[in-house]
């Protein structure tokens, strides 16, 4: 019989208009009255105000107050060790830079963390994990879940829409994660978390289904950030990525580490789903209707990435994560990844020759 094991889920989910001016009254309805507040790179000057504003009505004192556009592991390090004593939770405002560094210090100094994404590129505001430099190299480490997730759509809908469409593209890739995650279990690798399938499963499927006009309606971005919540949750139950990163994942990794300037994260990962999708023959008519339908597929057109530079990364995959086993990890669909690389029409459209 397996243990159950406890999981950490957040105190605090707040995602709708207008939710950033409330940020002082959810720290103080948790008694987190001392806080260090870190913003992303320039985001200061667009936010700041309205926080100050929010912490100053609810009585919040910000022990420290700075902009940070560091995820070197050494620097965190430092900043984590020199937070004051006082410090009763670490709150970051802005995208995966400003995230990873506040999870993590978090986790050094055994803090509640507050997360306040100011894009929805993907679901590393939810996960457990941050990406850092370790020795010049970009690494996954473990982290803190956020005690706390606070998402203002409003801030959301007047960012670029390319972040956008790179959480459209990390949304559906939980589709073909979750096949992976069962296919390798089949195969004696890992264990399945029925829980963690169910609630991947539910957030993608209701993010899918939503009905929208634009991707900026308020319930269409709402869906999107829930559902990107919830998969970091399902991350947490089964004490892995496994339920939201798959064989897509490992593409996405591989062109990052091949290419001198990637693509953001979900935009590669988005392409990718819909590789796998069709090598698992696994609801890729699903997949691509929500990427042509949301405009995905027009954007990525527009960014001239390079087949070549695909086919590198379907081979290069399976050395990303040598203890997984998914599709990837096996030659035939390694190959029939890179067939659908030259010759599906929609790619053909995406991808450029060299």
């Given at each position: 019989?397996?243990?159950?094991?406890s999981?950490?889920?957040?105190?605090?989910?707040?995602?709708?208009?207008?939710?950033?001016?409330?940020?002082?009254?959810?720290?103080?309805?948790?008694?987190?009255?001392?806080?260090?507040?870190?913003?992303?790179?320039?985001?200061?000057?667009?936010?700041?105000?309205?926080?100050?504003e929010?912490?100053?009505k609810?009585?919040?004192?910000?022990?420290?107050?700075?902009?940070?556009?560091?995820?070197?592991?050494?620097?965190?390090?430092?900043?984590?060790?020199?937070?004051?004593?006082?410090?009763?939770?670490?709150v970051?405002?802005g995208?995966g830079?400003?995230?990873?560094a506040?999870?993590?210090?978090?986790?050094l100094?055994?803090?509640?963390?507050?997360?306040?994404?100011?894009?929805?590129?993907?679901?590393?505001?939810?996960?457990?994990?941050?990406?850092?430099?370790?020795?010049?190299?970009?690494t996954?480490?473990?982290?803190?879940?956020?005690?706390?997730?606070?998402?203002?759509?409003e801030?959301?809908?007047t960012?670029?829409?390319?972040?956008?469409?790179?959480?459209i593209?990390?949304?559906?890739?939980?589709?073909?994660?979750?096949?992976d995650?069962?296919?390798?279990?089949?195969?004696?690798v890992?264990?399945?978390n029925?829980f963690?399938?169910?609630?991947?499963?539910?957030?993608?499927?209701?993010?899918?289904?939503?009905?929208?006009?634009?991707?900026?309606?308020?319930?269409?971005?709402?869906?999107?950030?829930?559902?990107?919540?919830?998969s970091?949750?399902?991350?947490?139950?089964?004490?892995?990525?496994?339920?939201?990163?798959?064989?897509?994942?490992?593409?996405?990794?591989?062109?990052?580490?091949?290419?001198?300037?990637?693509?953001?994260?979900?935009i590669?990962?988005?392409?990718?789903?819909?590789?796998?999708?069709?090598v698992?023959?696994?609801?890729?008519?699903r997949?691509?209707?929500?990427?042509t339908?949301?405009?995905?597929?027009?954007?990525?057109?527009?960014?001239?990435?390079?087949?070549?530079?695909?086919l590198?990364?379907?081979?290069?995959?399976?050395a990303?994560?040598?203890?997984?086993?998914?599709?990837?990890?096996?030659?035939?669909?390694?190959e029939?990844?890179?067939?659908?690389?030259?010759?599906?029409e929609?790619?053909?459209r995406?991808?450029?020759?060299?």
């Open positions: 019989m397996r243990k159950n094991d999981i950490s889920i957040p105190v605090i989910l707040k995602v709708g208009k207008g939710a950033l001016e409330g940020l002082g009254q959810c720290l103080l309805d948790e008694g987190l009255t001392d806080v260090v507040i870190w913003f992303g790179n320039g985001l200061i000057d667009l936010f700041g105000l309205k926080v100050m929010s912490l100053k609810s009585g919040i004192t910000a022990l420290e107050y700075q902009e940070l556009d560091t995820v070197d592991i050494d620097d965190i390090i430092t900043l984590a060790f020199s937070l004051s004593n006082q410090t009763k939770a670490v970051a405002i995208g830079k400003v995230i990873d506040g999870k993590y210090a978090a986790f100094r055994g803090l509640p963390f507050i997360s306040v994404p100011t894009s929805s590129a993907n679901d590393g505001f939810s996960s457990a994990s941050a990406s850092l430099i370790v020795d010049g190299r970009r996954s480490v473990p982290a803190r879940l956020a005690y706390g997730i606070l998402v203002d759509t801030v959301i809908r960012a670029p829409e390319k972040f956008i469409y790179s959480g593209g990390d949304m559906v890739s939980k589709i073909t994660a979750l096949y995650w069962v296919y390798e279990t089949e195969h004696g890992g264990a399945l029925d963690a399938v169910m609630i991947a499963k539910k957030a993608v499927n209701s993010f899918v289904r939503t009905p929208y006009a634009s991707i900026k309606d308020e319930i269409f971005l709402k869906e999107l950030l829930d559902s990107l919540s919830m970091g949750i399902a991350n947490e139950i089964a004490g892995n990525s496994a339920p939201t990163s798959g064989s897509e994942h490992l593409i996405s990794h591989a062109l990052d580490k091949l290419l001198e300037t990637p693509q953001l994260h979900g590669q990962v988005g392409i990718a789903t819909y590789i796998m999708a069709k698992q023959n696994h609801r890729h008519v997949v691509n209707t929500v990427l339908e949301t405009g995905f597929w027009d954007y990525a057109a527009t960014l001239q990435m390079k087949r070549s530079d695909f590198r990364a379907i081979d290069l995959s399976p990303i994560k040598p203890h997984r086993y998914t599709y990837l990890h096996e030659e035939q669909y390694r029939a990844a890179k067939e659908l690389v030259m010759t599906d929609i790619l053909q995406i991808l450029t020759a060299d």
